[in-house]
Structure formats: C-alpha cells, structure tokens
Nanobody, 118 residues
Framework: QVQLVESGGGLVQAGGSLRLSCAASGRIFSINTMRWYRQAPGKQRELVAT???????NYADSVKGRFTISRDNAKNTIYLQMNSLKPEDTAVYYC????????????WGQGTQVTVSS
C-alpha cells in the first residue's frame, strides 16, 4: 500500500532550525494529500501542516510564519522546514497519508524526534 519514512529530527537550541523529510513508497500514484503531525509526551497528536498535489497548503496557528511544508513529486517526498524553533515544538513528528481515492486507510511513518532546548 503506502510506506512512509521520516528523517531529519534531532536536538537543537531554541531559535535554531531543522528540516524534516518524509519519503513515500508503494502506491504513491494514489497520494494527493500528505500531512505532518506531532505529538509531545502526554499530549494529543496535533496536525501541523497539510499539502496537496494541487498546491493547497494549511498550517496550524502555532507554526505559521515559522514552518514551511513543501513537496518534491519526482522524489515522492515532502519536507517540513522548521525555523525559529521553540521548546514547545519538542515532539515526535509523524508523516501521514490520510484516506483518499483508492487508499482507504491512514498511513503513518515511525516518527522522528525533535527536541528543542531552552
């Protein structure tokens, strides 16, 4: 079906930057919408950003002006450029393909840890 692999997480000081990547494989021709989520310990999973093949983009209010989602269709990859990082951005970041078209299930990567120190 669809497999997702995130990379790019790490430890960074407040104010720093990281770029996350999510590579998709499998039934990639069926993918239109892709999303970045994050989840901090003890908190609910939060939708961070959404991008479609048509170029529609949405961000959570908490990251507007700091994060940028993009995609490279030739590489079947989406990115999340994170600037001006804050300690509250600390979380495991997940790539997600929601049900769409012929894909009837949610697909998730294993997640990549982002830790922002104060």
């Amino acid at each position: 079906q669809v497999q997702l692999v995130e990379s790019g997480g790490g430890l960074v000081q407040a104010g720093g930057s990281l770029r996350l990547s999510c590579a998709a494989s499998g039934r990639i021709f069926s993918i239109n919408t892709m999303r970045w989520y994050r989840q901090a310990p003890g908190k609910q999973r939060e939708l961070v950003a959404t991008i479609t093949s048509g170029g529609n983009i949405n961000y959570a209010d908490s990251v507007k002006g700091r994060f940028t989602i993009s995609r490279d269709n030739a590489k079947n990859t989406i990115y999340l450029q994170m600037n001006s990082l804050k300690p509250e951005d600390t979380a495991v970041y997940y790539c997600n393909v929601p049900p769409q078209g012929l894909l009837r299930n949610d697909y998730w990567g294993q997640g990549t840890q982002v830790t922002v120190s104060s």
